[in-house]
């Protein structure tokens, strides 16, 4: 999660983690994750081969980013998601499409938007929870 914007470098970031197992040294390297990434953006750390992981050792950054203390690791793990094929276009899930998924009392929900390439105007959305 970028906490200032980079400069114009695109560097490889090699991550050392230890997987759901328990498997500590392993690593994943995330290619030209681009250059000048904007304040809020957050790129998804995937274990090799899809692994989950349990815990981050490290980031190493292949070339300078621009900026001192701009990025840091933020866990977390998916609740539910909500596809809109179309630009501008929302939707909408009932109790039956999120799977009824558990939200333990002390979760901290939180909106993510995955854009693509095309500038998008304001994005919105909004949760309910039914506890019982």
Do not use: K, M, W
Request: glycine letters at 14%; aromatic letters at 6%.
């Amino acid at each position: 999660e970028f906490y200032v914007t980079t400069g114009g470098v695109s560097p490889n970031v090699t991550v050392t983690y230890t997987n759901a197992a328990g498997t500590s040294g392993r690593t994943v390297v995330l290619t030209a994750i681009g250059a000048t990434i904007r304040v809020g953006r957050a790129i998804p750390i995937i274990g090799s081969g899809g692994e989950a992981i349990q815990s981050i050792q490290s980031i190493q950054l292949s070339a300078g980013s621009g900026a001192v203390g701009n990025f840091g690791v933020t866990a977390t793990r998916l609740v539910s998601a909500v596809h809109a094929p179309l630009a501008n276009n929302g939707a909408t899930l009932d109790f039956l499409q999120t799977n009824l998924t558990r939200v333990h009392d002390d979760s901290c929900l939180a909106l993510i938007l995955v854009v693509g390439a095309t500038p998008l105007g304001n994005a919105f959305g909004s949760f309910r929870l039914a506890q019982g």
